[in-house]
């Protein structure tokens, strides 16, 4: 039986994207193939756990919703997983990184591309973009998505917090296909 690599299981609300304020099981997988300079999650190895134990720690929690993240999820997640998750009654969204395929079934996919990866993916539910200033309409351009997020970068400078959130805004501003996400999650001070 097949082991997936977990750092962690807990239950929130969603604090991103279309989902936002929706109560969620997180399963958050070890490993990413990208070394992103900003990122902040905690992606190390915890456990090793298979489909059943998975569902077992994601049974108390009441909400149907679960989130695969990571890391990068899609490097582990496939269709027994997938498949187990709605045989429990799961609505399945995942958040990727695009440079990966993923296993058919999944009910929502938010593509956040990074500079660091090449995307294979052209179709998302959502397109969620951290900004660094990059040209993000490349995205836009190459990914079909009914919505298109930018988020701002938070990250740690000279032992300071520095956000580009102004930036953000007058980017959404100037190019109104674009909305704001923030990660609400983090001002709420929740997981």
Partial sequence: MRRYRINEIFYSLQGEGAHTGRPAAFVRFSG?????????TD????????ADEILRQLQPHPAR???????EPALQADGALVDALHR????????????????DGIDWVTLSPK???EVVLTRA???????????????????????YYLQPCAREENGLAVDNREAVVDYCL??????LSLQTHKILHIR
């Fill in 32 to 40: 990413c193939n990208l070394h992103c300079p900003f990122c902040d």
């Fill in 43 to 50: 992606f190390r190895l915890r456990a090793t756990l298979t």
């Fill in 65 to 71: 919703f679960v989130v695969l993240t990571g890391g």
């Fill in 88 to 103: 429990a009654g799961y609505t399945i969204a995942i958040e990727t990184n695009g440079t990966r395929p993923l296993p």
């Fill in 115 to 117: 500079e660091e990866g």
């Fill in 125 to 147: 539910d959502e397109l969620k973009v951290v900004y660094v200033g990059q040209d993000v309409e490349r995205y836009a351009d190459a990914i079909h998505a009914p919505v």
């Fill in 174 to 179: 100037h190019h109104p296909r674009w909305r």
